[in-house]
Nanobody
Framework: QVQLVESGGGLVQAGGSLRLSCAASGNIFSIKAMGWYRQAPEKQRELVATITNGDSTNYADSVKGRFTISRDNAKNTAYLQMNSLKPEDTAVYYC???????????????WGQGTQVTVSS
């Protein structure tokens, strides 16, 4: 079993910053990619940013230039540095990871429990 534990959410004023962390633990051979998604009330979950094990990154247009995703492979941890936050960034942020158990296992997708980010105007 694999667990993803997120931390770092909270309440911040517009223009402020927050840093989210996501630590993966359990039976992990490799983490092919990690990412952050978010879901605002009455909206669908959307991609925020992803990073592969080769450090290739991808961002939603709405966060480009403001958010930075990174990862520490030794700690199986991904981070999301969020700067210049806007009220429309308010959402529950979910960590996602694509994980294999061995050289021959399929790739499995895991989700964290979510962390609330609230940006006040």
């Amino acid at each position: 079993q694999v667990q993803l534990v997120e931390s770092g959410g909270g309440l911040v004023q517009a223009g402020g910053s927050l840093r989210l962390s996501c630590a993966a633990s359990g039976n992990i051979f490799s983490i092919k990619a990690m990412g952050w998604y978010r879901q605002a009330p009455e909206k669908q979950r959307e991609l925020v940013a992803t990073i592969t094990n080769g450090d290739s990154t991808n961002y939603a247009d709405s966060v480009k230039g403001r958010f930075t995703i990174s990862r520490d492979n030794a700690k199986n941890t991904a981070y999301l540095q969020m700067n210049s936050l806007k009220p429309e960034d308010t959402a529950v942020y979910y960590c996602n990871a694509l994980i294999t158990y061995s050289t021959t296992s399929p790739t499995y997708q895991y989700w964290g429990q979510g962390t609330q980010v609230t940006v006040s105007s």
